[in-house]
């Protein structure tokens, strides 16, 4: 399913099963509650956080595919491709970042160490 797909999804599943959009300030706020439950899971199945037993049986890629979700909401809403956008998004990081990663030390002394 391309990104153009799965917005017109979404907006056929909001107009049959969600009545009706959220609005805007609505959907940043679950927006940032989405991320949230994102962090959570790679605080503690990641990082150094420990995990609760609330926290077992989380599913990262559902909870990835909810944040995606409220971002193809908010595109709808404001009248954003975001197919179109992710074109845009590619060639503007590609032109200014064609060698900046190459050659950020950092990222070569960190690929370093993980090598040995």
């Known amino acids: 399913m391309t ?3 799965a917005q017109q999804r979404v907006d056929q599943w909001i ?3 969600g009545v009706r959009y959220f609005n805007e300030l609505t959907n940043m706020a679950i927006l940032s509650e989405e991320v949230g439950e994102v962090a959570r899971i790679i605080a503690r199945r990641y990082g150094e956080q420990s995990s609760k037993p609330s926290d077992e049986g989380k599913d990262l890629g559902d909870e990835l595919a ?3 979700w409220v971002v193809m909401c ?3 809403q404001t009248g954003v491709d975001l197919d179109a956008a992710l074109e845009r998004n590619f060639a503007k990081k590609t032109a200014r970042d064609a060698n900046r990663h190459k050659q950020n030390n950092k990222l070569k002394n960190l690929e370093l160490k993980t090598k040995n």
């Open 3 to 5: 990104i153009q797909e």
């Open 15 to 17: 107009k049959i099963y």
């Open 66 to 68: 909810d944040v995606l």
């Open 74 to 76: 908010l595109a709808n």
